[in-house]
């Protein structure tokens, strides 16, 4: 009879076991999805927040501009926008990325975000004039950065700007924490 009873009582622990598996799985995919939810808002604020910005301050998009702005970009995203935008001609980059034309802006519109892994894409439609329909969409590639979100790269209709830079022949990447502007 102590047989019968023991082998009771382990598949009772089993089943017991299984089941606080099956919530503690359940809960983990829970605070993962309630994570992913809040992030895609916090990433779309700061691209909301960069673009007031970059607004405020007439759209320009020089070498002076990148190094005040440093934070908003990831380190390697900076450097090799900084890289291009070092030399004596006109890079890879003849453009703001943030408009995608060299002409200023009327006004944008800050789209949906997706999330995929740790990078939250956030669209953003620009408008030129009286445009209905915008001229150009932008998508910034977000990434967290201890407590801050950081612009990883832009992605348009010519692909993604930060493997145009590096297949540049003219970037070279810097080693990294190093800023080639001697500041």
């Known amino acids: 009879m102590r047989v019968p009873c023991i082998v009771l009582a382990v598949s009772l622990a089993f089943i017991g076991c299984s089941k606080g598996a099956d919530a503690a799985s359940e809960s983990s995919t829970r605070g ?17 927040a960069r673009y007031a910005a970059h607004w405020r301050t007439d759209q320009g998009f020089s070498r002076d501009t990148l190094r005040a702005r440093r934070a908003w970009f990831t380190p390697a995203l900076y450097q090799l926008l900084l890289a291009d ?16 034309a060299q002409d200023t802006a009327e006004r944008y519109t800050i789209e949906s975000p997706r999330a995929s892994g740790d990078t939250v894409y956030v669209p953003v439609a620009v408008y030129f004039a009286t445009a209905t329909e915008p001229a150009h969409r932008i998508t910034l590639a977000m990434v967290k950065s201890g407590a801050e979100w950081q612009i990883a790269d832009f992605v348009d209709k010519n692909g993604r700007l930060a493997a145009l830079l590096r297949d540049s022949s003219r970037v070279q990447p810097a080693p990294a924490g190093s800023d080639s502007s001697g500041s």
């Open 32 to 48: 993962r999805q309630a994570g992913e939810s809040r992030q895609l808002p916090d990433a779309r604020a700061t691209v909301e």
């Open 85 to 100: 935008m070092s030399g004596e001609e006109i890079g890879v980059l003849d453009y703001d990325p943030f408009t995608g």
